[in-house]
């Protein structure tokens, strides 16, 4: 997951793959959701800490990938690929209000 890494540098300058996708990031910074197990409650909470705002220097993040990253694909692609952020981290994309409601909006 390292941004600078030779994979991701390839990945995201690999020839256009002519296919429409979607990439969702998530933002941890203004998450808040009651509805998180007790160990997705503490991961979100160190995840807006300061350790994280300096590893991520205060941009957007899912607690696992800066949110720069995930949306690092070229958008000179056709089609260009749809980038949505939303508010939630990396364990609950697909449990969390904001998560499922993208995830519903995604032409599968």
């Not at 995840?47 to 705002?53: E, P, V, Y």
Request: charged letters at 20%; proline letters at 5%.
């Amino acid at each position: 997951m390292n941004p600078t890494s030779d994979f991701i540098k390839e990945l995201n300058t690999s020839p256009d793959p002519g296919v429409p996708y979607t990439i969702v990031a998530g933002d941890i910074r203004d998450y808040k959701e009651s509805a998180d197990q007790m160990m997705a409650k503490l991961i979100a909470k160190v995840g807006r800490g300061i350790a994280f705002d300096a590893l991520y220097q205060n941009g957007g993040h899912d607690i696992a990938v800066s949110d720069d990253s995930i949306c690092g694909v070229a958008d000179n692609r056709s089609p260009a690929a749809k980038k949505q952020s939303i508010i939630c981290h990396h364990l609950n994309y697909f449990v969390a209000e904001a998560g499922l409601k993208a995830m519903a909006g995604v032409q599968w």
